[in-house]
């Protein structure tokens, strides 16, 4: 097991959507070796992205092109498919699966439909999937509702009940503002290690409580209590200065894009056009976060959650229009290296930008596991030269 610190550890991804979560991993020195991804301009979005992000990165030749390997749905997929996909059939001693299936049914804004809706039961395939295919490890990602809202919740507590025969798991709520992504973004975060895979005796953790550091890479601790952060100002004020205690990492202004620079910067000008009447339009102050539509961001505080559903993108703080593509890749901590080709289908670009997992969020979070995964390897490694 040694050898997992001298390779990158490889990952199956399923829904892995645009790739943030993918993006995330690899950062943090994992190994995307095989994707999943349904929904075909997502699939599409992906293979842009990805390839612009690896090649601004040298991590791919010009030559070489990144695509979801399966597009069929995890319910479809056999386990020996994957093997054979990711794997030609030689299964490695240590690899892990990381996905956040579709969270809609237990979104709190969504319709509660929980594990009986269609979307819900993929959170059961998903987790299912896991003890098919036996991975080292697994990370899943998903809203807060799954053990907020209780007929979730009881569910899932028995799903991981179930699993805990073969997995060590351990959760935990993390907001993607603790980790220095200018918006405040809730989701609960499960972490499972395999029982047969690790020694997990090894390692002093307790074994029946919290024992994951899911907060060990926070970059900033209560960001939301503990900064001064503004409040609602008429829209179009010009003399607005930051508050000084608050790290421009966490403002809003961090993502967004002048007029000048909307045509040399990659998918800046691409956004809804704003219909209707102005004049209601220019009433929403900057800062009106608190509306059931139409929220106008203030340039010097977080963002809501993104999640842009039915092209209720967000408004600028002082231009008269919705946030670009852009800027709302940018507020999900995605590098401006990652660029989609496609024209127009915004519905669908600002859709899969909504339900990604923050990058630096997952790199945290990856970056945890693989410091955690590398512990218990070198752990067993000198086990095995004392003996």
């Known amino acids: 097991m040694n050898k997992g610190k001298k390779h990158k550890i490889p990952i199956l991804s399923f829904f892995s959507g645009g790739g943030f979560m993918d993006m995330g991993f690899e950062q943090a020195g994992f190994d995307v070796v095989w994707t999943n991804e349904i929904e075909p301009a997502f699939a599409e979005f992906y293979g842009q992205g990805i390839t612009s992000w690896k090649r601004q990165y040298k991590l791919l030749s010009q030559r070489q092109y ?12 056999s386990s020996n498919t ?39 039961s993929l959170t059961d395939a998903y987790l299912y999937k896991i003890l098919e295919l036996n991975p080292s490890f697994f990370v899943m990602e998903n809203v807060t509702g799954l053990i907020r809202v209780k007929k979730s919740a009881k569910h899932f507590l028995e799903l991981l009940d179930i699993m805990s025969e073969e997995y060590l798991i351990d959760w935990e709520i993390l907001n993607s503002l ?50 001064n952060w ?80 039915n092209n209720e993108v967000h408004l600028h703080p002082y231009q008269n229009r919705r946030l670009s593509v852009r800027e709302a890749l940018r507020i999900q901590g995605v590098d401006d290296s990652y660029v989609l ?39 067993h490694h000198e086990e095995v030269e004392s003996i």
């Open 341 to 379: 080709t496609t024209q127009n289908l915004l519905s669908k670009k600002f859709k899969m930008i909504g339900n990604g997992v923050p990058v630096p969020l997952a790199q945290a979070v990856a970056e945890t596991l693989k410091e955690f995964i590398n512990k218990l390897v070198d752990l």
């Open 82 to 120: 994957i093997i054979s996909e990711a794997f030609e059939n030689k299964i490695p001693s240590l690899f892990g699966m990381v996905g956040g299936p579709p969270c809609q049914d237990f979104s709190i804004n969504g319709n509660l439909e929980g594990f009986k809706g269609k979307r819900g």
């Open 230 to 309: 503004p409040q609602a100002i008429e829209f179009g004020n010009l003399n607005v200065e930051k508050p000084s205690d608050i790290p421009y990492q966490l403002c809003l202004e961090s993502c967004l894009i002048s007029e000048i620079n909307e045509s040399v910067i990659p998918n800046a000008s691409e956004y809804f056009k704003l219909l209707g009447d102005k004049k209601r339009l220019y009433s929403i102050k900057e800062g009106e976060t608190n509306r059931p539509s139409f929220k106008r961001l203030h340039r010097y505080k977080y963002s809501p959650t993104a999640c842009y559903g």
């Open 66 to 77: 990144c695509s979801i390997s399966n597009t069929n749905s995890i319910k479809e997929i």
């Open 178 to 227: 603790d980790y220095g992504v200018p918006q405040s973004r809730e989701r609960i975060f499960v972490i499972g290690l395999n029982r047969k895979h690790f020694n997990l005796s090894s390692i002093k953790i307790d074994l029946k409580g919290k024992w994951f550091p899911f907060h060990q890479n926070k970059k900033y601790e209560t960001p939301k209590k503990k900064y």
